[in-house]
């Protein structure tokens, strides 16, 4: 029996398995309509998500006449979760994606989106394999370049820094250990996804993360269909393990990067698209500003939206990334 395809994907997309080294990647892929074909699309999700993260954007960028494949990253949905958090870095998820995209696009270079974490891999990939993207577009989190100090440790662990305080909840190696079974998932991720109290308290904050025993009172949100948070519940399964440990990467992704960082100079010569949200508050303004000296082609637009600007800001978003495609020629 076929899957089903997600909700409001019915005739748009269908499931692909792609097994890399040791690896397996679940995807959503779109091909165009019959007859049009302007480029592929890699699109990464960050936390907590999936593929399905990227559904408006999938719907717009198949109308379009593009090619989209949307993975499920490490330790989500249908991919691999693997032990070893080594496994789980950017660089090696990023050529990982590389391979992937030489795979399907055969040798034709590819456009890529990353949202939240999924920057992660979307940077790297345009940071190491820099021949193989056309056109870059990211939300959410701004580049910040590789160190060659391990500083970021420091202030995660740091009391003071106070607005990354969810990090170090996140981070914590038995946290996942509060959301086992589905309805326990439901409630992570309503509470992540801006829901919140009857009397309108949000399930935490960046500074002091998860309030949990709010979380059974949080209700739906308003940036997700019950439908659509039921399919989500049911992708993420019994555990919430795999996505957790994103949280626990940031030395290994030092180490990964550090050739790179000691290398000095980066520069991204393809165009790319920055879009944030005016109402988030994991976005300082400081680091969007930052990141101008880094690329040679960059666009930054800040839209009325939270985190999760693809869903609660998607008319604005997609009509920015249409406009921005529109600079490109097949």
Known sequence: MAESAPPGLEGIVESQYAQIGSHRYHYLYSKPPKGEFKGTFLLFHGFPDISYGWRYQIVLLHSLGYEVVAPDMLGYGRSSVPIDLEEYAAKTQADDMAVLAERIAHGRQVFVGGHDFGVLVAY?????????????FVAAIPFQPPEVNFEFADRIGDESYTSIGYMRQFGDPEFHQNFIGPDKVWQLLSACYNGTTPEGEPGGSPEEGLVLDRLPRIGLSSIVKQEELAYIVREYGESVQGPFN????????????????RKGNIRFTMPT??????????????????????FDDLEIHQVDGTHWVLWDARMEVNNLLEKFLSRFTT
Do not use: C, E, H, T
């Open 273 to 294: 698209l920055f879009i944030g949200g005016k109402s988030d508050p994991y976005l300082p303004p400081f680091l969007i500003d930052a990141m101008r000296g880094y």
């Open 246 to 261: 994103w949280y626990r990467l940031w030395k290994i992704n030092f180490d990964a990067d550090l050739s790179a960082a």
């Open 124 to 136: 790297r990939i345009a940071m190491y394999y820099p021949n193989l993207v056309r056109g870059l």
